[in-house]
């Protein structure tokens, strides 16, 4: 477990805290007036690779070989020019620092650090991070990584659950889930929706599933499975043979065959790495999802029951009235999706760069959110 402390004085900043994988939706912005709530678990936190905020540099003002070293291989609107390597944690998990109420920008709900760093260390007054908790933006604290060290701190270090470990005792992430917002009677309202996780994952997947395709139709497991990804993979594929298909893959399910192309695989939430098989399905290409989705699409539930209440039995679950289901069908988080294709090197074929371009123009608007 690691402390972090100010740069400028020494000053312990956070909680005792474990290192785990970013997660995939820390960067969507989520709808209109949205509640998100907090990007990270209590006592942990997680390193973006990426530099995050501003300063801000046009597209046409970097030269392609400085965005291909950065790994960023086709145009976007304009680049992140602040330090990479911020440490993300929970806000509850802050201590000793103070906001800068100058620093609120003109956010709708909250803060959402387009002023650069909003919290100082109450020791020094150095300012040491960034805390976001606007409308439809995850809450999180953005440790400066030119302002804080990480500290070791002294005690056991308790190893990363084994990939069976996982897959008996991981948190599934439901499909579906209310979505608190602003503006109703008491304040706050809500509607039924698609989770944010699924649509960010989905974004993510579906840039590697697009690349795994070479270009040729990919077929995907049916069922919810295919309710997330067949339709996208459809309309922006090639219809016809020679056809790629995909399987659900990792711990506790069984071998691939040497005849599948692509895997769907779980990424491990401590490490960050994604499961891997062994045998004549090594060579498919893996394409990455949260542990908690990856679970539910290879054991779903029937539906999402609401939890009893009054004198049931603890384990007892209602199933009347069935859950509201969302309205529409599913779409991945655009951002997510292109924030994952422009990192991928393969993004330079020329009919994955009209993919791009075609979403970048909004004529895939309805495969996306």
């Not at 300012?127 to 030119?146: H, Y």
């Not at 008491?186 to 795994?212: C, F, I, K, M």
């Amino acid at each position: 477990m690691f402390v972090f402390v100010c740069a400028g004085c020494g000053a312990e900043l956070t909680n005792p805290l474990s290192q785990v994988a970013l997660p995939v939706h820390a960067r969507q912005k989520y709808g209109n007036g949205a509640q998100l709530p907090v990007l990270m678990q209590p006592g942990t936190f997680a390193v973006d690779p990426d530099p995050w905020g501003g300063p801000w540099r046009m597209w046409d003002e970097i030269d392609p070989g400085e965005a291909a070293a950065r790994g960023i291989y086709a145009p976007v609107h304009a680049l992140s020019d602040s330090a990479p390597g911020a440490s993300v944690i929970a806000p509850g998990d802050s201590r000793g620092t103070r906001l800068i109420p100058e620093k609120s920008s003109g956010a709708c709900c909250g803060l959402d650090g387009a002023d650069g760093p909003n919290m100082t260390c109450e020791a020094c007054d150095l300012p040491v991070a960034t805390r976001v908790d606007d409308c439809s933006l995850w809450q999180a604290v953005r440790l400066s990584p030119d302002a804080v060290h990480r500290v070791p701190v002294a005690g056991i270090h308790a190893p990363p659950l084994s990939w069976a470990e996982l897959a008996e005792q991981g948190e599934v992430t439901p499909p579906f889930e209310p979505i608190p917002t602003w503006g109703g009677q008491l304040g706050t309202d809500h509607y039924w929706s698609w989770s944010p996780r699924w649509e960010a994952a989905a974004g993510q997947a579906l840039a590697h599933l697009l690349v795994a395709s070479q270009g040729q139709p990919v077929k995907v497991p049916g069922g919810l499975t295919a309710d997330v990804f067949q339709r996208a993979l459809d309309v922006l594929l090639p219809a016809g043979p020679p056809e790629r298909r995909a399987v659900l893959a990792g711990p506790g399910q069984p071998s691939p065959d040497a005849g599948v192309d692509i895997l769907l695989v779980p990424v491990h939430p401590q490490t960050g790495q994604a499961w891997s098989p062994a045998g004549p399905a090594a060579s498919a290409y893996p394409v990455p999802l949260p542990l908690g989705v990856w679970l539910w699409l290879v054991s779903p539930r029937p539906h999402l029951p609401v939890p009893a209440s009054g004198r049931l039995p603890q384990d007892v679950l209602r199933d009347d009235p069935l859950p509201i289901r969302p309205n529409h069908l599913f779409r991945a988080d655009r951002g997510t999706f292109q924030h994952t294709l422009v990192r991928l090197p393969a993004v330079r074929s020329p009919w994955l760069r009209a993919i791009l371009d075609n979403l970048t123009q909004g004529t895939s608007a309805d495969l996306f959110f």
